[in-house]
């Protein structure tokens, strides 16, 4: 049973326009949220982060979203750009029960075109 | 520039060998974990560590994998015997502190092949 889910395998975007990458959790002692970009051949880095005090954090083009009654976060990127075509994985964790270990959705590929 | 380093970045070999895998943690973080990148099944957890104590490896196969941490500076992941499911791609990160409320570093990766 999959605890974080990423519905969407892949997204197509254009360069400059925005790209939104969706995320679903099922515990509902998650209370606090990653993001994850993978470039092929290396491995994930991390991007962005929220807690679940927050419904918004921003860094820059990225900023993430959290709506906890629907158990739904997003990842906004504006304007996307070539250089942010990669695998991004959500990720979630509870911290006072789980120690501190994450649990990924399956990520999705985003492709920017020029 | 502090990374993750991780050993052989490729492996092939047959079913039934035994295949070891390093990582070395970046300097002073206490926190390692071993993950598996599958089409199927994203990033799985199979095991992490905290100042080298194996705190949860149910993400394991208990029978044919092991994790361990002889020292602070390298952790193993051996898979005995192997067999063509193992084949993906297995990634160890590190983490100072409790990492849930952090950012994991990542290594480059093994990508395992079992024929």
């Known amino acids: 049973d999959q605890q974080v889910k990423q519905n969407s395998p892949s997204l197509s975007v254009q360069e400059g326009r925005i790209s939104i990458l969706n995320c679903d959790y099922t515990n509902s002692m998650f209370d606090y949220f990653l993001w994850y970009k993978k470039y092929p051949a290396e491995g994930p880095t991390f991007l962005i982060s929220i807690s679940s005090i927050k419904d918004k954090n921003e860094d820059g083009r990225f900023t993430v979203f959290l709506n906890k009654s629907a158990k739904h976060l997003s990842l906004h990127i504006v304007p996307s750009q070539p250089g942010d075509s990669a695998v991004y994985f959500c990720a979630a964790t509870d911290y006072g029960g789980s120690q501190g270990n994450l649990i990924f959705g399956k990520g999705t590929k985003l492709s920017v075109k020029p | 520039d502090a990374r993750v380093t991780q050993t052989p970045r490729d492996k092939v070999t047959e079913m039934g060998q035994e295949v070891t895998m390093r990582c070395q943690p970046i300097?002073?973080?206490?926190?390692v974990f071993w993950y598996r990148q599958t089409m199927m099944q994203g990033l799985e957890l199979l095991a992490y560590?905290?100042?080298?104590?194996?705190?949860?490896d149910s993400g394991m196969p208990k029978d044919r994998f092991s994790a361990e941490m002889p020292d602070a500076t390298l952790a193993t992941l051996k898979i005995q015997p192997s067999e063509p499911r193992d084949s993906a791609v297995y990634f160890c990160a590190s983490a100072l502190g409790l990492a849930g409320w952090g950012e994991q570093f990542f290594g480059p990766g093994t990508r395992l092949t079992v024929l």
């Open positions: 300097l002073g973080h206490n926190t």
């Open positions: 560590f905290r100042n080298r104590a194996p705190l949860d």
